[in-house]
């Protein structure tokens, strides 16, 4: 049977569905240095207050499929454009796409690619002062390296981030 998949806005009614898919993703990977699943607090904040981002949440049917969340990460340290030599005035229009997460059973069916997609036109949408968009990715995760290609990103750099995991930087210009 085909399913059919929507994606929608999480609400804070979602936080704990959100939560589990990234769990369950995490759960499921044979390297989990793929994949840094965020804790239900993070994710409650997410969602929870508009200012610090917001997340996604794919269903296919009535079933719970895949999830992105996105963040402003304004100056903090975290802020990926400092990775990428943004000037500092530049660090505003800087927005994550932090923890993309399918479920094992509907992998290969493109979501993650279509959550970026979402994400990106929902982005140009609601907050037109956003001009970057920048993710990181492990080297080895070639299903996400390429859902982040076909989505118009560019690997700009290889660095360590998250407590010693190698990551590639991501950007896409908006």
Do not use: W
């Amino acid at each position: 049977m085909d399913n059919t998949f929507t994606i929608r806005l999480a609400g804070p009614e979602d936080a704990v569905k959100v939560h589990d898919i990234m769990a369950k993703a995490y759960e499921s990977l044979s390297d989990k240095s793929f994949f840094i699943c965020d804790d239900l607090p993070y994710v409650e904040n997410i969602i929870n207050n508009p200012q610090e981002g917001f997340a996604l949440l794919c269903m296919a049917d009535d079933k719970p499929a895949g999830t992105l969340l996105v963040r402003f990460p304004g100056f903090r340290e975290d802020n990926l454009g400092r990775d990428l030599s943004l000037e500092e005035d530049k660090l505003m229009s800087v927005v994550h796409m932090e923890s993309a997460a399918v479920l094992p059973e509907f992998r290969g069916n493109g979501i993650q690619k279509k959550l970026l997609f979402y994400g990106k036109d929902y982005l140009a949408e609601h907050f037109p002062d956003i001009r970057y968009i920048a993710a990181t990715v492990a080297p080895l995760n070639m299903p996400s390296r390429k859902s982040f290609k076909a989505a118009g990103f560019k690997e700009m750099l290889t660095k360590e981030k998250y407590n010693g995991h190698m990551r590639i930087i991501l950007l896409n210009n908006m």
